[in-house]
């Protein structure tokens, strides 16, 4: 069983439509989750960081983590054609890179 | 946060040869990092590049195929030698965020072996 679950889509929504994006997990102890996003040809870039359970919101997005079911969500209102991009979930029980474990990234394309 | 610039931003290399992809970071790091990205896989680390001091490796990553200098604070090269087909991916230089939050990445080097 993988550390991290992620369907890797592709999801296509209308602009404007509400987008979720969702992990699993296996390892009880990661604390530490992020949402990376990664347009065509280019590096991730950090989107999200939360720290243990709860919500975090910043703008138009909102990251929920449910340790209990060891899942997390990345939400998009409002969303836009510039949100078109691959999508990945990270954690890691202790911070360094060598523990840090990526999901295998959702591609979302957005349709004007 | 950090900028990375690396380079090349892709190649198309025969198998047997090998390339090595720089990465340049606009700030002092301690510790660089080497990523490996397959079509479909998720992001798996090569090895963390520590300045005066020999890169650490992952489990399935070895210095022979995979050599890093790392001569300074800001400059790491990854080498990877006598390519072959399996080695097609995409190759990313990172560093640790600011205030240890999260990563950030160059854009990374589109490798085809052919």
């Known amino acids: 069983q993988k550390e991290v679950e992620q369907d890797p889509g592709p999801l296509s929504v209308p602009e404007g439509a509400i987008v979720s994006l969702n992990c699993t997990y296996s390892?009880?102890?990661?604390?530490?989750f992020m949402w990376y996003r990664q347009y065509s040809r280019k590096g991730p870039e950090l989107l999200m960081y939360?720290?243990?359970?709860g919500n975090k919101e910043d703008g138009r997005f909102t990251a929920q983590v449910d340790k209990s079911s060891k899942y997390i969500s990345l939400f998009i209102r409002d969303s836009q054609p510039s949100d078109s991009a691959t999508y990945l979930c990270?954690?890691?029980?202790?911070?360094?890179?060598?523990?840090?474990?990526f999901g295998t990234g959702t591609r979302l394309t957005v349709i004007p | 946060s950090a900028v990375i610039s690396q380079k090349p931003s892709r190649d198309i290399c025969q198998r047997g040869t090998s390339l090595t992809i720089q990465c340049q970071v606009d700030s002092q790091v301690t510790m660089m990092f080497w990523y490996r990205q397959q079509p479909g896989q998720s992001l798996t680390l090569i090895a963390t590049a520590n300045q005066g001091s020999e890169a650490t490796y992952e489990s399935g990553f070895v210095i022979d195929k995979f050599p890093i200098s790392r001569p300074n604070l800001t400059f790491s090269t990854l080498t990877v030698s006598n390519m072959s087909p399996e080695d097609s991916s995409i190759y990313l230089c990172s560093v640790e965020g600011q205030r240890n939050y999260g990563y950030t990445f160059g854009s990374g080097t589109r490798l085809t072996v052919v």
């Open positions: 939360t720290y243990s359970s």
């Open positions: 990270a954690m890691s029980a202790k911070t360094g890179a060598n523990n840090l474990f």
């Open positions: 390892n009880s102890a990661f604390q530490y």
